[in-house]
């Protein structure tokens, strides 16, 4: 039963099924991430994946329940907001 219950989730949840698979993902994708970095749900963390490289973790690393990793700041939503309300009158 536990056997199908892995499997089951990782069809659904991907490479966010678990730990491993996430590390494994992100690493992938050009993040670099040191020894023993565990992700203990990694459904529930969110890692900006926009420019991976700037994602630098160490060794020893847990990454709990509700973390927000960007590789962006909010510039760019400010300047899209601004070129959306130029011309309209308030």
Do not use: Q
Not at 64 to 70: E, M, Q, R, S
């Amino acid at each position: 039963m536990r056997k199908f219950k892995k499997t089951i989730r990782k069809l659904i949840l991907r490479e966010k099924s678990d730990s491993d698979s996430y590390v494994a993902y992100l690493r992938k994708h050009g993040a670099k991430i040191g020894d023993d970095c565990y992700i203990p749900d990694p459904s529930s963390v969110l890692i900006d994946l926009t420019d991976p490289w700037l994602i630098t973790m160490g060794n020893n690393i847990t990454l709990t329940h509700g973390v927000v990793l960007l590789t962006h700041d909010y510039g760019w939503s400010v300047i899209k907001k601004i070129n959306h309300f130029k011309g309209s009158v308030f």
